[in-house]
């Protein structure tokens, strides 16, 4: 999976997530998909994207930015 569909399908799974919350718990919940979007819109004028540094920590992105759960294997 591409860095970019997995931030996609992130963001649409907390911005429901928070709905679905503010409709049963508290509308305090809306604060989510509202920091949801927010992230969006900087991450595409800045680039920076705090899920794809957190994966990127991990060592589980190529330079290719392709996702590998649980970790790049090396060729040595």
């Known amino acids: 999976m591409k860095t970019d569909s997995f931030i996609r399908a992130l963001a649409g799974t907390f911005t429901l997530l928070g709905t679905a919350l503010a409709a049963f718990v508290s509308p305090w919940w809306l604060l989510l998909p ?3 979007g ?3 819109i ?3 004028f ?3 994207c705090p ?3 957190f ?3 991990l060592g589980w992105v ?3 930015d392709v996702i590998h759960w ?3 294997k090396s060729h040595a």
């Open 46 to 48: 800045t680039g920076f």
């Open 42 to 44: 900087q991450s595409a």
């Open 51 to 53: 899920p794809t540094l």
């Open 38 to 40: 927010a992230n969006l």
């Open 62 to 64: 190529d330079a290719n």
């Open 70 to 72: 649980g970790g790049v």
């Open 55 to 57: 994966l990127r920590k």
């Open 34 to 36: 509202a920091f949801v």
